[in-house]
């Protein structure tokens, strides 16, 4: 009976979040496709006070030579400020400056851009009570990150929720690639990111370190969210923290993903002794991250290790152990 109860009781609870998370979780997501560059004009749109937080055209898939515009949550449509190349630019047959306000965009519809290199059509769509993720890439381009995993690149961090401008260019350490068979089987990729210090984000516990899933394998985007949400309920000791965004990678729409705490050692994550700084206490003389790495075989598998010259006191944790297929 209680067995019943309980398999009951867990069944309500994945129903319940399930319809919690779908209305939050509803945004475009035309644009999910690696995009590629706009060709026969190029511009931007600034829909915040914030030159961070910029917009471009992304050319929708499979169709030809139409592009969409995916405008953020919370921008005031008729403030929008517009930058272009070019001494011809019209949208609807109505002229546009470059650098100045207009309020051409105000409803989401298609659009008809006209260049001196001829006309294309534009989608405009707004999404909808979603916070905006603009990251900004340095020195390198999404494609040199979604072609090898562990490729780093620097940038810059910008969160805006409800048209205010909550983390305005944070310098991010690095974002690189994330996932095994979810990198290798989705155009959409998934990605770490470090911040330079520990930061809350979206009223979640501070941290260095964050995950960004795409959720690509599954099109309801529900269901991480609704097992990370369920393993709180239940009162896990541990449970990730997650936030539905858009995020947009150097003015490009990225589509719809999960904001998460990444799973990682730390007194707002997993809260155990941490080994590698009570090695880096235990040897002052030696940078123990960059130390060099000893092998050993075992079966089939080779064992790497690093021969320190001190042991710290505790070495009996803890202990994060990841489990790869």
Known sequence: MKKRLYAAFFLFVVAAVCALFYGNAQTTNLSERTPETAAGFSFRVEPFSSEAAYIKPTPLPGQTASYGLFLP????????????DGVSFDLNGKPLTSGNVTDAFQKDGTYEIQTSDGSYPLQV??????????????????ADIDSDKDFKAVGSFTLIEN??????????????GRGNSSWVFNNKKSYNIKFSEETEILGMAPDKTWALISNNM??????????????????????VHCKYIDLYINGDYRGNYLLCEKIAVGKNRININDLDDANETANPDIKVSKAKKQTIKSGNRVLAYTDLQNDPANISGGYLLEYDL
């Open 73 to 84: 949550s919370g921008c005031e449509r008729n403030k929008l400020r517009v930058f272009f």
């Open 218 to 239: 599954d099109q309801t985007l529900l269901r991480n969210a609704a097992v990370y949400a369920v393993a709180e309920t239940l009162r896990l000791q541990y449970s």
């Open 125 to 142: 769509i707004a999404s909808d009570k979603l916070p905006s993720v603009f990251i900004n890439i340095q020195n390198a381009t999404l």
């Open 163 to 176: 048209g205010e401008t909550v983390l305005n260019a944070t310098k991010l350490d690095y974002i690189k």
